[in-house]
């Protein structure tokens, strides 16, 4: 190659020195030479670019290979090993927001819904392949499968806890008041008894002297404050007494030294063991003639209550609320069972606390009576309570003084929310009205989720076999009270009202003044409007009048269910019962014209007695049934025959009497219904 890359060099030369003579005239055979160097210059080049080559070829021989094929073959450029494995991550990371069903689990984690059904089972859940877990449930399921639950629901403690800073210790909180909930029988003077702590007069105020709602106040004793929650005692207002027992840190029972240990008693005792805070026992009215505070002590005991006297640690202090005895032992039994709890709490977080109770003002709006049970709620701050907002206008204590902020412990009005909330459920004080909303949306979008409780849909075979046959009556009630404990008692009281033959629908239980919407809803739906400690506007008195529609007003819950078992009798038909007047034997018979068969009897029971229901028997075998048409004694009609007296009577419609017949006599009478 590189000879002939010499011998082509030499050839250019040449070739230019040729050249010249070849454009002068007679040049023909210089031209031709010239011709046949550049022919050889280019055998040259072709040598030399081809001289790499074929020592490629002899190195690695080439394969005759498709270009299409070459091009589907070929390897693709390898992926850097971070985002392999970042997709990989991304991969088996499974989302859901709070919930998840488990078909859609299922799907997620491409498996089929019988293998992630078994999982759970093992794990102790049973469920359907459509019912919802948890994420927590979700994530040990997954994790059998090798994959992350990573929960990206809304969460709303996230916004209602105040941040707190990492370098917090114990200096933030401060000792707090004692939340003390005075609990017992009805009738027993808890109320007199708070109202001798406090030197008030309550008991004056409530219908009928017994306490229709939770009171919530503060009482100095000494330098300490102390909260007191007053529970009712009657046997309707069974969640009030175990929402007081929820928001509290001491219960102080309050017995009857003359009657001791009773229903409500027992129950107020469940309800303080279930919330586990400690008992202090007020054995009140040892004043009385007859009382035995004692008895009422060994009583106690039969309910997991050992008192001190006899071993144990429930405190037990004899008072008397009348005469203001032993007042000062109990209230020192519970500022040192407070000591002993070191009750604390952070006074410089955001509030949050329990609606002890609710009501709609007609001046002021909807009212909350708020307990708080940690933070601080001062005027202006936006808060969320349920699925309502707002902001405080007005804080107030129990006698209506305006206050501008309420610490730990501290029962308080408060005023500025939008809708009446549910006596029992949370308050918290957020950041700004933004986080308010977004609360608000996921607590109803919620709401809006979760099935609704109501009676299972009825075919049209089952609604004509009820006409048929009587069917279940239903009495139907629009409930209003001033206070939402109050309508959640009287509702309760009310359903547990139903029996087999007549079932109460409360399709209405509101707080606040009955409107002229709650009268037109009883108008449609018949039913009859119940107005506890409230009265109707005149709108809807106007409107009641106009309707037809009855507005009951009451202010004790005894005479509200006694009125509605009343109208529950008044739905059944009245029972009817058979009463045997008599017993007379046919003796002779007489053919008489236009009246039939008359039958000369013996009375010898009871009594026979004119139009009277009879039965005619022969050897003990009812052969007719009908009506008495005659009765007489010798040849005057007779009103009633006695017993050993002789008569004549004919059986209307019936005429085949015979010696030795039986006839006895009864009458239909009808009885009130009764729901028992």
């Given at each position: 190659a590189g000879a002939a890359a010499g011998a082509a060099a030499g050839?250019?030369?040449?070739?230019?020195?040729?050249?010249?003579?070849?454009?002068?005239?007679?040049?023909?055979?210089?031209?031709?030479?010239?011709?046949?160097?550049?022919e050889q210059d280019n055998l040259a080049r072709q040598a030399t670019s081809r001289a790499p080559l074929r020592r490629q070829v002899t190195l690695e021989p080439r394969q005759a290979v498709s270009p299409r094929?070459?091009?589907?073959?070929?390897?693709?450029?390898?992926?850097?090993?971070?985002?392999?494995?970042?997709?990989?991550?991304e991969k088996r990371v499974v989302r859901i927001e709070g919930t998840i069903a488990v078909s859609e689990l299922a799907r997620l984690l491409g498996q089929k819904g019988p293998v992630v059904q078994s999982k759970l089972m093992a794990l102790g859940t049973m469920v359907s392949i459509n019912q919802a877990i948890d994420a927590d449930t979700a994530g040990q399921v997954a994790a059998e499968f090798d994959y992350e639950v990573q929960d990206v629901g809304f969460k709303e403690e996230e916004f209602l806890q105040q941040p707190l800073p990492e370098s917090e210790d114990e200096a933030n909180l401060l000792p707090r008041s004692p939340i003390v909930t005075v609990m017992g029988h009805v009738d027993h003077g808890k109320t007199s008894l708070l109202d001798a702590i406090r030197k008030a007069n309550v008991v004056a105020g409530e219908a009928g002297g017994i306490t229709q709602h939770i009171g919530a106040y503060q009482a100095a004793v000494g330098e300490q404050l102390i909260t007191f929650i007053d529970t009712p005692g009657h046997a309707a207002f069974t969640e009030m007494r175990a929402r007081g027992a929820q928001l509290t840190d001491l219960v102080i029972l309050v017995?009857?030294?003359?009657?001791?240990?009773?229903?409500?008693?027992?129950?107020?005792?469940?309800?303080?063991?279930?919330?586990?805070?400690?008992?202090?026992?007020?054995?009140n009215k040892c004043d009385l003639p007859g009382a035995n505070s004692q008895q009422a002590r060994q009583r106690l005991m039969e309910h997991d209550l050992v008192p001190e006297d006899f071993g144990g640690d429930v405190l037990c202090v004899d008072v008397s609320a009348t005469q203001g005895t032993g007042l000062d032992q109990l209230l020192e039994a519970v500022v040192l069972q407070s000591e002993i709890l070191e009750l604390k709490a952070d006074p410089t977080r955001r509030a949050s606390g329990l609606v002890v109770e609710a009501r709609l003002d007609k001046g002021r709006g909807p009212v909350a009576t708020v307990l708080v049970q940690s933070g601080t709620l001062r005027q202006g701050d936006v808060i969320v309570c349920g699925t309502h907002t707002g902001r405080v206008r007005a804080l107030e204590d129990e006698n209506g003084k305006r206050l501008k902020q309420a610490g730990p412990s501290t029962p308080v009005q408060v005023i500025g929310l939008q809708g009446v909330p549910d006596a029992g459920q949370q308050l918290n004080a957020v950041?700004?009205?933004?986080?308010?909303?977004?609360i608000v949306d996921h607590r109803e979008a919620e709401r809006r989720e979760r099935p609704a409780d109501?009676?299972?849909?009825?075919?049209?075979?089952?609604?004509?076999?009820?006409?048929?046959?009587?069917?279940?009556?239903?009495?139907?009630?629009?409930?209003?009270?001033?206070?939402?404990?109050?309508?959640?008692?009287?509702?309760?009281?009310?359903?547990?009202?139903?029996?087999?033959?007549?079932?109460?629908?409360?399709?209405?239980?509101?707080?606040?003044?009955?409107?002229?919407?709650?009268?037109?809803?009883?108008?449609?739906s018949g039913a009859i409007v119940i107005a506890f400690h409230v009265r109707p506007d005149p709108a809807a008195r106007r409107a009641a009048e106009g309707q037809g529609v009855e507005i009951r007003t009451y202010k004790i819950i005894y005479e509200v269910t006694e009125d509605v078992e009343k109208a529950?009798?008044?739905?059944?038909?009245?029972?009817?019962?058979?009463?045997?007047?008599?017993?007379?034997?046919?003796?002779q018979t007489f053919s008489v014209p236009k009246a039939g068969t008359i039958a000369g009897c013996y009375i010898t029971e009871g009594l026979m007695r004119r139009n009277a229901r009879v039965r005619l028997l022969r050897d003990g075998v009812q052969l007719y049934e009908g009506k008495l048409a005659s009765l007489k004694r010798f040849k005057d009609d007779a009103r009633e025959v006695q017993t050993g007296f002789e008569c004549g009577m004919g059986i209307e419609g019936y005429n085949d009497i015979k010696v030795g017949d039986a006839i006895?006599?009864?009458?239909?009478?009808?009885?009130?219904?009764?729901?028992?």
């Amino acid at each position: 190659a590189g000879a002939a890359a010499g011998a082509a060099a030499g050839a250019r030369t040449g070739a230019r020195a040729d050249g010249d003579a070849a454009t002068k005239p007679g040049g023909r055979k210089q031209f031709r030479e010239v011709v046949n160097l550049r022919e050889q210059d280019n055998l040259a080049r072709q040598a030399t670019s081809r001289a790499p080559l074929r020592r490629q070829v002899t190195l690695e021989p080439r394969q005759a290979v498709s270009p299409r094929r070459k091009r589907r073959d070929a390897p693709s450029a390898p992926r850097p090993a971070a985002a392999t494995a970042k997709s990989k991550e991304e991969k088996r990371v499974v989302r859901i927001e709070g919930t998840i069903a488990v078909s859609e689990l299922a799907r997620l984690l491409g498996q089929k819904g019988p293998v992630v059904q078994s999982k759970l089972m093992a794990l102790g859940t049973m469920v359907s392949i459509n019912q919802a877990i948890d994420a927590d449930t979700a994530g040990q399921v997954a994790a059998e499968f090798d994959y992350e639950v990573q929960d990206v629901g809304f969460k709303e403690e996230e916004f209602l806890q105040q941040p707190l800073p990492e370098s917090e210790d114990e200096a933030n909180l401060l000792p707090r008041s004692p939340i003390v909930t005075v609990m017992g029988h009805v009738d027993h003077g808890k109320t007199s008894l708070l109202d001798a702590i406090r030197k008030a007069n309550v008991v004056a105020g409530e219908a009928g002297g017994i306490t229709q709602h939770i009171g919530a106040y503060q009482a100095a004793v000494g330098e300490q404050l102390i909260t007191f929650i007053d529970t009712p005692g009657h046997a309707a207002f069974t969640e009030m007494r175990a929402r007081g027992a929820q928001l509290t840190d001491l219960v102080i029972l309050v017995i009857a030294a003359t009657e001791g240990i009773m229903p409500q008693t027992i129950e107020a005792i469940e309800h303080s063991k279930a919330a586990g805070v400690p008992i202090v026992v007020a054995v009140n009215k040892c004043d009385l003639p007859g009382a035995n505070s004692q008895q009422a002590r060994q009583r106690l005991m039969e309910h997991d209550l050992v008192p001190e006297d006899f071993g144990g640690d429930v405190l037990c202090v004899d008072v008397s609320a009348t005469q203001g005895t032993g007042l000062d032992q109990l209230l020192e039994a519970v500022v040192l069972q407070s000591e002993i709890l070191e009750l604390k709490a952070d006074p410089t977080r955001r509030a949050s606390g329990l609606v002890v109770e609710a009501r709609l003002d007609k001046g002021r709006g909807p009212v909350a009576t708020v307990l708080v049970q940690s933070g601080t709620l001062r005027q202006g701050d936006v808060i969320v309570c349920g699925t309502h907002t707002g902001r405080v206008r007005a804080l107030e204590d129990e006698n209506g003084k305006r206050l501008k902020q309420a610490g730990p412990s501290t029962p308080v009005q408060v005023i500025g929310l939008q809708g009446v909330p549910d006596a029992g459920q949370q308050l918290n004080a957020v950041e700004n009205e933004r986080v308010a909303k977004e609360i608000v949306d996921h607590r109803e979008a919620e709401r809006r989720e979760r099935p609704a409780d109501g009676p299972a849909p009825r075919t049209l075979d089952e609604l004509f076999a009820d006409v048929a046959g009587g069917g279940v009556k239903e009495l139907a009630l629009v409930v209003k009270a001033d206070v939402h404990g109050s309508v959640e008692a009287l509702r309760d009281a009310l359903l547990k009202l139903s029996t087999d033959e007549v079932k109460v629908d409360v399709i209405l239980a509101g707080v606040g003044a009955v409107t002229e919407t709650d009268v037109m809803l009883a108008r449609a739906s018949g039913a009859i409007v119940i107005a506890f400690h409230v009265r109707p506007d005149p709108a809807a008195r106007r409107a009641a009048e106009g309707q037809g529609v009855e507005i009951r007003t009451y202010k004790i819950i005894y005479e509200v269910t006694e009125d509605v078992e009343k109208a529950m009798v008044g739905l059944l038909p009245p029972t009817l019962s058979e009463e045997f007047l008599g017993r007379a034997d046919v003796r002779q018979t007489f053919s008489v014209p236009k009246a039939g068969t008359i039958a000369g009897c013996y009375i010898t029971e009871g009594l026979m007695r004119r139009n009277a229901r009879v039965r005619l028997l022969r050897d003990g075998v009812q052969l007719y049934e009908g009506k008495l048409a005659s009765l007489k004694r010798f040849k005057d009609d007779a009103r009633e025959v006695q017993t050993g007296f002789e008569c004549g009577m004919g059986i209307e419609g019936y005429n085949d009497i015979k010696v030795g017949d039986a006839i006895e006599a009864y009458v239909i009478e009808e009885k009130p219904a009764t729901l028992r």
